[in-house]
């Protein structure tokens, strides 16, 4: 089971902070990669690969998650911050919601 984490889709066309914070996270395992970038009049569109739903409604329907499963998710959790953090970005607004699954197994 594998996790990424799910940053914004829409943004207003001053995001080159964000873009350059993203493009920092470039080739991280857990960071799901930008596909492409639409420009519009007024807002930046960001594509990202297809998910397979998130964490929150995974843990929502499994009700209660085995240790061993709990853990492993935790890590990468733990490290994709970890990761932002030593890479000067700051997650806000952190939540199950924003990890998304990869692939269709989860």
Known sequence: MSLTFR???VV????????????RLDGHPHVNPIHEVLVGDKR???IF???????H??????????????RRLFRQ??????ACHEQG????DLKL???VFADPQR
């Open 44 to 46: 930046v569109y960001l």
């Open 7 to 9: 940053l914004i889709a």
């Open 77 to 82: 959790m733990a490290e994709t911050v970890a």
């Open 57 to 70: 409604s995974y843990v929502r329907a499994r009700k209660r998650l085995r240790e061993h499963e709990a």
């Open 89 to 92: 970005i700051v997650l806000r």
């Open 97 to 99: 919601r924003k990890f």
């Open 12 to 23: 207003s066309r001053d995001c080159s902070s964000l873009l350059q914070a993203h493009y």
């Open 49 to 55: 690969p297809r998910s397979h739903s998130d964490l």
